[in-house]
C-alpha cells in the first residue's frame, strides 16, 4: 500500500519561497489524484491544492491561487508544491495526501476524499 512522506517545510519570510516535496513508496501513485492541504492551530484543515493522476488539470483554493503551484512527476513518484510570495496566514502544517484509482475531481475537494494521507511537514512565515 502507498505511504506518502512530506519534506521541505521550514520557516521563510513574508514574500518569500519554499518547495514542499511528497514521496510516495509502497506503491506508484500514477493511478492517484494528489492534494495539499493545510491545517493551522485551532483551525480546520483546509484544501491548498489539487493535481489530476496525469498532471493534466490542477485546482487551487482561492487563497493561494497565483502563488502556490502544484506538480508531479509520475516516474519519480513524488508531488510537489511550489510556494512563492508567503504570507504569515500561510503558516501552517501542511499535509500530502492521495486518492486513488483514477478518481474525476468533483470540487470542493474536503479532507474526507483522501484516503492516503502524510504526516505533515510544518510551514512558518515570519519576520
Known amino acids: 500500500q502507498v505511504q506518502l512522506v512530506e519534506s521541505g517545510g521550514g520557516l521563510a519570510q513574508p514574500g518569500g519561497t519554499l518547495r514542499l516535496s511528497c514521496e510516495a513508496s509502497g506503491g506508484t501513485i500514477s493511478d492517484y489524484t494528489m492534494a495539499w492541504f493545510r491545517q493551522a492551530p485551532g483551525t480546520e484543515r483546509e484544501f491548498v491544492a489539487a493535481i489530476t493522476y496525469s498532471g493534466g488539470s490542477t485546482y487551487y483554493a482561492d487563497s493561494v491561487k497565483g502563488r502556490f503551484s502544484i506538480s508531479r512527476d509520475n516516474a519519480k513518484n513524488t508531488v510537489s508544491l511550489q510556494m512563492t510570495r508567503l504570507k504569515f496566514e500561510d503558516t501552517a502544517v501542511y499535509y500530502c495526501?492521495?486518492?486513488?484509482?483514477?478518481?474525476?475531481?468533483?470540487?470542493?475537494?474536503?479532507?474526507?476524499?483522501?484516503?492516503?494521507w502524510g504526516q505533515g511537514t510544518q510551514v512558518t512565515v515570519s519576520s
Open positions: 495526501a492521495g486518492r486513488g484509482g483514477y478518481t474525476i475531481v468533483v470540487l470542493p475537494l474536503t479532507p474526507t476524499d483522501f484516503h492516503v
